[in-house]
T-cell receptor, first 110, second 112 residues
Framework: QKEVEQNSGPLSVPEGAIASLNCTYS??????FFWYRQYSGKSPELIMS????GDKEDGRFTAQLNKASQYVSLLIRDSQPSDSATYLC??????????FGTGTRLTVIP | NAGVTQTPKFQVLKTGQSMTLQCAQD?????MYWYRQDPGMGLRLIYY???????DKGEVPNGYNVSRLNKREFSLRLESAAPSQTSVYFC???????????FGPGTRLTVL
């Protein structure tokens, strides 16, 4: 079983809609959770981090964490074509142990 | 601030050749990391350096060596390149071993 699982997509949403990206993880002791955005041919860029159960909002982005269900999600409100990218979920299980999912490719259709 | 820089951006090697990938950060971070990214596999940790003077193996260390030259620089060496090492290599750094990691622009390596 992989440490971090994501639906590879592609996920297509119309411009202005809410995009919902999901991630599950296997280690119940996981402590920190991150969402990275990666444009094609570019490096991963950190967009959100979340450490405790509940929601964390930053602009159009909301991260949601449910440790009991071992589930973390990212909502993007008012999706824009510039949000089209691959979104990587990363989960820290201990010091220096950061595991990445394979990413979900999001396409926002104008 | 340049953040995390990597050289070269692209490299083509023949099987058996050696090379060193360079990484430097100007954020005064203590921890540095080398990852490889392959289609369908996600990012996988090769080696990391939790602090200056220490290095440890990650998930896929075979065929690689690293050197933490000083606090700013962390290099990755391929002693005898193999086609299986064709990949995109990313260097990352973080303030400490549990904080957010920031990535360099990557090196696209092809081994023929």
């Amino acid at each position: 079983q992989k440490e971090v699982e994501q639906n590879s997509g592609p996920l297509s949403v119309p411009e202005g809609a809410i995009a919902s990206l999901n991630c599950t993880y296997s280690d119940r002791g996981s402590q920190s959770f991150f969402w990275y955005r990666q444009y094609s041919g570019k490096s991963p860029e950190l967009i959100m981090s979340i450490y405790s159960n509940g929601d964390k909002e930053d602009g159009r982005f909301t991260a949601q964490l449910n440790k009991a269900s071992q589930y973390v999600s990212l909502l993007i409100r008012d999706s824009q074509p510039s949000d089209s990218a691959t979104y990587l979920c990363a989960v820290r299980t201990g010091a220096n142990n950061l595991f990445f999912g394979t990413g979900t490719r999001l396409t926002v259709i104008p | 601030n340049a953040g995390v820089t990597q050289t070269p951006k692209f490299q083509v090697l023949k099987t058996g050749q050696s090379m060193t990938l360079q990484c430097a950060q100007d954020m005064n971070h203590n921890s540095m990391y080398w990852y490889r990214q392959d289609p369908g596999m996600g990012l996988r940790l090769i080696y990391y350096s939790a602090s200056e003077g220490t290095t440890d193996k990650g998930e896929v260390p075979n065929g690689y060596n690293v050197s933490r030259l000083n606090k700013r620089e962390f290099s990755l060496r391929l002693e005898s390149a193999a086609p299986s090492q064709t990949s995109v290599y990313f260097c990352a750094s973080s303030m400490n071993s549990v904080s957010e990691q920031f990535f360099g622009p990557g090196t696209r390596l092809t081994v023929l």
